[in-house]
């Protein structure tokens, strides 16, 4: 079983209680309070599964954040509070001191505070940020695409996962990344779309992956012009065979990938959108370059096989 398969199995219950607006199967979930609707997200970061083990310790209390801060971003939520779990082997004091500075640098910058946790030895280092935010409104979800919309996402993709090799190869000082060390959650993008996207996810596991589960989660399908796909200058130079496949596939971006209704105009005003394609009728996501359907491993990223 997958993860996912997994968490249907064993952990998705009925969770439509009194002031559950939306539970498992979302970004993140949300309910509702006296004090307005309250988005909940938690992420954990496992080293030599997210991160390689010679990662910067400052990169990882980033990443740590930053992972979570996007998927407050795709419900168009604003964040508000954290707690951190942390299991460490002996790093030294050194190495707890970076990873505060590298965790209160993005946190700072997001303006959410850390509120609690638990630290505790373990064999590898295991990070856990549960984040809480603000829901102004209705929350973004996945389930809203309408046959017709238009399929946006924000900044370009395949950054982090060109960077993840370029890391690998010991080029870890590469711009490209630094886009796998440090993203940059899209915050300010998901409250703007807050208003007019119909649904949205960020883009963690691939691009098409996501969409899948947008596709799946509002019953529809969608269509993806390779051709269109925002690829960076960067990613152009290092790669120009694979910046598409890294694109569609590579994980670990964090962009936002929404949708709209076509005749949208305020999302024109917002700066580093790009359209790529097409909610349709039927399910799954087809991508097409040149008039032609490429095949693409839509699978994204699985934990368990
Ligand atoms: P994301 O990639 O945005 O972090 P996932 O696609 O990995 O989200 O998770 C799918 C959904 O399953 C999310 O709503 C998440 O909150 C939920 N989920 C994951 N693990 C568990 C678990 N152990 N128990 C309950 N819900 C879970
Ligand atoms: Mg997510």
Excluded at 73 to 84: I, R, V
Excluded at 249 to 264: I, K, Q, S
Aim: aromatic share 6%; net charge negative; with cysteine.
């Amino acid at each position: 079983m997958d993860e996912f398969a997994l968490i249907n199995e064993f952990f998705k219950r009925h969770a439509d209680g009194a002031g559950i607006v939306a539970g498992i199967g979302d970004d993140g979930a949300v309910v509702e309070t006296e004090a307005g609707r309250q988005v909940h997200v938690l992420d954990t970061l496992v080293q030599g599964v997210h991160f390689p083990d010679d990662t910067a310790a400052a990169d990882i209390g980033w990443r740590s954040v930053a992972v979570n801060l996007s998927d407050i971003a795709a419900m168009g939520a604003t964040p508000q509070w954290m707690t951190l779990g942390l299991a460490l082997p002996d790093v030294g004091e050194d190495w707890v001191r970076d990873f505060a500075e590298g965790l209160f640098e993005i946190a700072d910058q997001f303006g959410v505070q850390l509120i609690g946790g638990d630290t505790t030895r373990g064999p590898v280092v295991v990070v856990t940020v549960a984040m809480t935010g603000r829901v102004p409104g209705e929350p973004l979800l996945r389930s809203g695409a309408k046959l017709g919309d238009t399929v946006y996402v924000t900044g370009t993709l395949g950054d982090a996962a060109a960077g993840l090799t370029l890391i690998r190869d010991g080029k870890s000082d590469h711009p490209l990344a630094t886009r796998f060390n440090r993203p940059t959650p899209r915050i300010d993008s998901g409250r703007a779309i807050g208003e007019m996207a119909s649904a949205c996810i960020d883009v963690s596991d691939g691009l098409v992956g996501d969409l899948k589960k947008l596709c799946v989660a509002s019953g529809v399908g969608a269509e993806v012009d390779v051709e269109r796909l925002p690829l960076s200058e960067h990613i152009l130079t290092e790669y120009p065979d694979e910046a598409a496949a890294f694109a569609l596939t590579g994980g670990d971006d964090y962009e936002l990938c929404f949708t709209a209704n076509a005749d949208v105009k305020v999302i024109a005003g917002l700066d580093g959108i790009t359209a790529i394609g097409t909610i349709t009728a039927g399910e799954g996501v087809t991508c097409r370059q040149d008039g032609t359907i490429v095949d693409v491993d839509d699978s994204g990223y699985r934990h368990f096989r």
